[in-house]
């Protein structure tokens, strides 16, 4: 009796999971014989040990070929959605620094009004520095004799009053607050003050040569301005500081024009 070679049995083992199955009437399993199979059920026919080697490796590279195919795909796939999640983070970055700007221009506009409607209850107001404080001063009577210095013949309508908190310690210097009826009375009344500004305590009765200063009533940020710009000023950065109608306004040194300052950062910004 002759045997087979055990290698030529490997096609059929090779291929026994493409085998196809069916029922007969009796519920019996069938199975389609190795002849009915087609070439695509399994690879080529193996004589040797060669054969079955070469088809081995012709399956591995089919497999890996087909596995590559599919990771290019992923990796396409990913370099395409990554393009795209930098472009969406890109534009949303963009949006979101828009958006940041206005946000930053309309609040900025309202910190505007709201200092122009500050600015604008303080306009028939001027603060008054340099006089000390005495228990049974008039304000009245300093406030007339200011107005004749400034050659006012009957001194304005005005209402005066220390900036300070009661108990006021002796020899202390509270601003006073003069309060105009009429604004462009108060306008004209401070002019006359930036004309002449040798006013002194002794004008008011008192035996001392020292100033008497005369200021807008400027608003919290407006004082916070001023200070800085001044201390700019005498760094020598600016030629001149001054206030119009509660804002502030500052001459650059080489500069032929004054410029309105509306925030304290404003001060640094290089012209």
Known sequence: MMYRPIYRCFPLFLAVKHLETSVDGDGQTLKRSREDLTVADYPDEVENITD??????????????????????????????????????????????????????????????????????????????????????????????????LGY???????????????????????ILCQFALRNVRNDFYRRYMTNRDLTLRHIGFDADKRIFMNENLTKLAREIRSQALRMKKAGIFAQVFTRNGAVYVKRQGQPTSELVQCVQQLSLQK
């Not at 393009?83 to 930053?104: S, T």
């Not at 009957?154 to 009053?161: E, K, R, S, Y």
Request: hydrophobic content about 40%; overall charge negative; some cysteine.
């Open 52 to 149: 079955l080697w070469r088809n081995m490796k012709k399956l591995l590279f089919n497999s890996n070929s087909r596995l590559e195919g599919k990771i290019d795909a992923c990796k396409t796939s990913i370099d395409d959605l990554e393009e795209e999640f930098v472009a969406l983070r890109k534009e949303c970055g963009e949006q979101m620094e828009a958006v940041h700007h206005r946000v930053n221009s309309v609040e900025f506009g309202l910190q505007q009004t709201a200092e122009d409607v500050a600015r604008l209850e303080r306009a028939s107001e001027l603060i008054i520095s340099g006089i000390p404080y005495q228990q049974t001063e008039n304000l009245p009577q300093f406030f007339q004799n200011i107005a004749t210095v």
């Open 153 to 175: 013949d009957q001194p304005p309508i005005v209402d005066l009053q220390r900036l300070a908190k009661l108990s006021i310690a002796a020899g202390s210097a509270p601003p």
